[in-house]
């Protein structure tokens, strides 16, 4: 098969298309020939090196990759041969290697697809989509809410300004440039605004709900447009860098600030596979429909550098 590994963390650069080893199930695995794969910002922190997040830094050479779609090739000892041409999605968890024409993984993690869902939309909703829900689950949006979404034309930003509309609140898009601006606006954001602006949030003015994965001074501008008693929802720090604030910035104002993702999503009641399923239902129904980016599998490199380089809008997906 072909697939993208790794030898040497550094550069997207080191991201290279080889031919490897068709991988076997094993007991309880299924193996899926992958119609798409997600890309995600964590991929491009581990390929450096310097990855402190919730997955652990593989020992390389390594394909990278942690959610497939596809259609079951193949089934190990003890899985039902009824699984044998069904179209599936799954999440790899702790296990790499999605980059790839070929991916194993345990039959308990599979979702079947309907037939009207397509493998790119289902790879988008296993795992950026599952993090859209335990937000929106944080934020408890309604129609009293104006909400602020900091990158709202990346993969999670462009479900949450929809999911925000779809229960009646006022949103407000920030994004860094005209193309991704114009992109929230099609998304029908009640207002789009690029933070490459100078003084952007003056534009927005105030806000009852903010919700940032980007952290540094954008998330630190989102916190600025919070009114009183005012909710900040943070999933990420996309900058590198985390929203700076103390107890004072949340005295003056009655803020309360929440974590969407880490312990409370991993131990959440439900699990983690329950946010999948209403992530793809979601997608199935068509009630959220993931922006996508699509690069070739042999061109993995250029997607990870176009994450880096913020140039992608939506979810970036692979496709062999």
């Known amino acids: 098969m072909n697939a993208i590994v790794l030898r040497e963390f550094g550069p997207a650069a080191n991201l290279h298309c080889e031919e490897a080893d068709d991988p076997s199930p094993a007991a309880g695995q299924v193996r899926i020939a992958v119609a798409a794969a997600g ?89 950026t989509g ?38 009646g609140a006022q949103v407000i898009g920030a994004a860094g440039g005209p193309e991704k601006v114009a992109h929230v606006r099609a998304l029908a954001a009640d207002f789009a605004v690029d933070y490459t602006e100078p003084n952007w949030g003056e534009a927005v003015g105030e806000v009852t709900v903010a919700l940032d994965g980007v952290g540094g001074e954008l998330g630190r501008g989102a916190l600025e447009r919070l009114g009183p008693g005012g909710r900040l929802i943070v999933f990420g720090g996309a900058s590198g860098a985390p929203i700076q604030f103390d107890v004072g910035d949340l005295y003056r104002r009655g803020l ?32 959220l429909t993931p922006a996508l980016h699509h690069f070739p599998l042999a061109a993995a490199a250029a997607a990870h550098a176009a994450i880096e380089n913020r140039a992608t809008i939506g979810k970036v997906v692979l496709v062999p």
């Not at 689950?137 to 993969?155: H, N, R, S, W």
């Open 256 to 287: 309360t600030v929440s974590a969407a993702i880490g312990p409370r999503i991993l131990n959440r009641p439900g699990g983690m596979r329950e946010l999948e399923e209403r992530a793809l239902a979601a997608a199935a129904d068509g009630t």
């Open 130 to 167: 599952r993090t859209t829900m335990a937000i929106l689950e944080v934020a408890q949006i309604g129609p009293d809410d104006t909400v602020l979404v900091t990158a709202a034309a990346g993969g999670i930003g462009s479900l949450l300004v929809q999911a925000a509309r779809a229960a």
């Open 39 to 127: 890309v995600h910002l964590i991929d491009t922190i581990i390929r450096r090196g310097v990855n402190h997040g919730p997955y652990p830094q593989p020992q390389l050479p390594a394909i990278p990759g942690r959610e497939v779609a596809g259609v079951v090739d193949a089934v190990g000892p003890g899985v039902d041969e009824h699984w044998l041409g069904r179209r599936v999605v799954a999440h790899l968890g702790a296990a790499s290697a999605g980059y790839a024409e070929l991916a194993v993984r345990e039959v308990d993690a599979l979702h079947a697809l309907p037939d009207d869902l397509a493998p790119d939309v289902a790879v988008a909703m296993i795992g």
